[in-house]
Structure formats: structure tokens, C-alpha cells
């Protein structure tokens, strides 16, 4: 099992650019994450999914959109990126989404993500 | 809001000696809490998770903590520390409200040789 993988590693864009990053996990999970992790802020959640073809806000939610077409995969875009935007995203599934979550979170390795 | 607090970003230790990082949680009922680590240009594991069973949980590589309700807190314990732990370790949680986690700032762990 390769677990949960994130495309690309690296990216550096341009003020105003746009790009989508890929997140794919071959465990079957129900619930995917996206986070953004800043200095000092530890991570915030800026959109989830509690299953295929659903999505749902986080804490940090604008200028970013997402979608769950296939289980496996969760896409994180930027329309339209901005300076404030630069940080490392990172992935993440759970098998469930049980209110209380009590379920551990797999991690992807995280996209550095720079915007100019 | 924050609902986890992590006191101190930064602790250094010797090679063998205690590791003690502290996470509070604020909730007005019994929350779930877990402790994640994440090493250099890596994601985040799991380290321990406190699901209301016992309030002492043990984790992986040697760690522990203790969830004490009278003191909201979810320490994070080692009685030996060793080189390959240095990395940064985060506490979080989940509410009964809901599904979603809640990180902390994160504390980086040095260990001196």
C-alpha cells in the first residue's frame, strides 16, 4: 500500500496563477482532509469530504476549492493564488468520519507550495 | 478558538533524559485527543490517541500520556529520550459536536547528545 500521496511535491507560482493539487490514498477511506500548515499556526482544516462526490468547508476555506470525484482522490485548486497562500499543504484520510471522530488520520508527505 | 494549547514551541533535551511536552485542551466536555508527530520533510503520524477507555494511553516508540479531566490536560511523556526523536509533535483533538481535528501550535523536540 502506498497510503495517501500528494502531487506534486514542490510548486512555485506566480501571483494570480492557478494550479490543483492531487491527493490519492489506496486504503478505502470514506474522509479526506486538506490542510494547510504555517509557522507557529500548526495545521488548519481547509476543506474535507465525507464521501465520494461530497465536500465540505474547514476552517480556513477561501480562495480555495475542492473536489471528490473518485473515492480515492481529493483535489485541492487555487483560482487565483496570492503570497498569503504560500505554506505546506498536506492530505490527509480516515476510514471514518464517526461523530466523535475517534479515527487516526493517514498523512501524505505535504506540497510545498510558494507564491510570488 | 484555540482548542488544544501547546506550551512551549521549543524544548531541548540530553540524550536520555525526560521528555515531557504539554498539551491543554479547553472543552466543556470530555474531548478525544490524540498526539501526532511529524519528522523532517515528512507528514504527520500517530502517535496516541485518548478515546475515553483508559487514561493512561502508551503509543508508539516509548511514548505516553495521561489524560487528567481535573487539570485538562493530555501530557505527552518519555522516560528516555532518544536521538531519533527529535521532531516536531502536535496535540490535537475532536469534539463531540462533530468530526472535524484540531491541531496545536506544535512543539519541536531537540534532543542533545
Known amino acids: 500500500n502506498a497510503g495517501v500521496t500528494q502531487t506534486p511535491k514542490f510548486r512555485v507560482l506566480k501571483t494570480g496563477q492557478s494550479m490543483t493539487l492531487l491527493c490519492a490514498q489506496d486504503m478505502n477511506h470514506e474522509y479526506m482532509y486538506w490542510y494547510r500548515q504555517d509557522p507557529g499556526m500548526g495545521l488548519r482544516l481547509i476543506h474535507y469530504?465525507?464521501?465520494?462526490?461530497?465536500?465540505a468547508k474547514g476552517e480556513v476555506p477561501d480562495g480555495y476549492n475542492v473536489s471528490r470525484l473518485k473515492k480515492q482522490n481529493f483535489l485541492l485548486g487555487l483560482e487565483s493564488a496570492a503570497p498569503s497562500q504560500t505554506s505546506v499543504y498536506f492530505c490527509a484520510s480516515s476510514y471514518s468520519g464517526r461523530v466523535p471522530s475517534t479515527d487516526t488520520q493517514y498523512f501524505g508527505p505535504g506540497t510545498r507550495l510558494t507564491v510570488l | 478558538a484555540q482548542s488544544v494549547t501547546q506550551l512551549g514551541s521549543h524544548v531541548s533535551v540530553s540524550e536520555g533524559a525526560l521528555v515531557l511536552l504539554r498539551c491543554n485542551y479547553s472543552?466543556?466536555?470530555?474531548?478525544?485527543l490524540f498526539w501526532y508527530v511529524q519528522y523532517p520533510n515528512q507528514g504527520l503520524q500517530l502517535l496516541l490517541k485518548y478515546t475515553s477507555a483508559a487514561t493512561l494511553v502508551k503509543g508508539i516508540n516509548g511514548f505516553e500520556a495521561e489524560f487528567k479531566k481535573s487539570e485538562t490536560s493530555f501530557h505527552l511523556t518519555k522516560p528516555s529520550a532518544h536521538m531519533s526523536d527529535a521532531a516536531e509533535y502536535f496535540c490535537?483533538?475532536?469534539?463531540?459536536?462533530?468530526?472535524?481535528?484540531?491541531f496545536g501550535t506544535g512543539t519541536s523536540l531537540t534532543v542533545i547528545p
Open positions: 472543552s466543556s466536555v470530555p474531548p478525544y
Open positions: 490535537a483533538v475532536t469534539k463531540n459536536t462533530g468530526n472535524q481535528f484540531y
Open positions: 469530504s465525507v464521501g465520494e462526490g461530497t465536500t
